[in-house]
């Protein structure tokens, strides 16, 4: 399965070029075939860097560098980047909270982008073209718990213990499109380092949530306190 991700962008990419060379498409078309090459080509090196990333974190190369910093702000960003995205595919998104102020926690500003791509990225691409998207942040004591509810397919009861698997992806052929089952074993090791949680509540023909709770910030001057 894996090997057809890689193999496939490269071997379409070339048959195009191949096809250009040797005036096979009209020139009329020529764009959208740079087009179709130029996505391939982004598929292969989110795929690369997946599987460099992925790589690194498992040999134990990966720390993290845990900040303060405002996260109800960065998922804001977060969202106003996907826009494109979005609207394409008919998908709306709304943030909610039970605090009237934005929330801070404490984890590494970089890694926590990484997470909360992926998982807002699954949310959009199962929701098949249409649908809300719910991202919910609460403060729990100590805790910031941020979910992200879709309403999707949701996922077999009986795979749920595999999603965090590296390559592993539940209807082969509706993801094969999308993704390579590398993002939600990227999301666990981060969150591992994190010494956090994440859970998956999921139901057939309802939806999807995940949750992750991650420390508030602290009140620590000594780092130069809020780093907004
Ligand atoms: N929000 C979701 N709704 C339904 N299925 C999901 C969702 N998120 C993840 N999955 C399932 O878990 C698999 C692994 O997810 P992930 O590691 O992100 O891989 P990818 O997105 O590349 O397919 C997906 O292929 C899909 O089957
Ligand atoms: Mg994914």
Redesign the pocket.
């Known amino acids: 399965m894996f090997s057809h991700d890689m193999r496939s962008p490269l071997t379409s990419i070339n048959g195009f070029v191949g096809a250009m060379l040797d005036g096979t498409i009209p020139e009329n078309d020529q764009k959208r075939y740079l087009h179709l090459m130029k996505d391939e080509t982004e598929r292969l090196i989110k795929l690369v860097n997946d599987l460099l990333d992925i790589a690194r974190i498992e040999a134990g190369q990966v720390s993290i560098h845990p900040r303060n910093y405002n996260v109800s702000e960065q998922i804001r960003k977060l969202i106003a980047k996907l826009e494109p995205q979005l609207s394409k595919q008919k998908i709306d998104i709304e943030i909610q909270s039970n605090e009237e102020d934005d929330l801070y926690i404490f984890a590494d500003r970089d890694r926590i982008d990484q997470v909360l791509g992926?998982?807002i990225?699954?949310?959009i691409?199962?929701s098949n073209n249409k649908g809300l998207v719910v991202i919910t942040l609460s403060k729990i004591e100590k805790e910031v718990q941020i979910s992200?509810a879709?309403h999707?397919?949701?996922?077999p009861k009986k795979?749920l213990k595999f999603?965090w698997d590296r390559f592993?992806?539940?209807?082969k052929a509706?993801?094969q499109k999308?993704?390579?089952?590398?993002?939600?074993?990227i999301?666990k090791h981060i969150i591992d380092l994190h010494g956090a949680k994440i859970e998956v509540q999921?139901e057939l023909g309802k939806?999807?949530v995940?949750s992750i709770s991650l420390p508030t910030a602290t009140n620590n001057t000594k780092n130069g306190g809020l780093n907004v």
């Open positions: 992926n998982l990225e699954n949310a691409n199962f992200i879709d999707g397919p949701g996922i795979e999603i592993f992806k539940v209807d509706r993801s999308v993704g390579t089952g590398i993002g939600l074993s999301v999921s939806g999807t995940f």
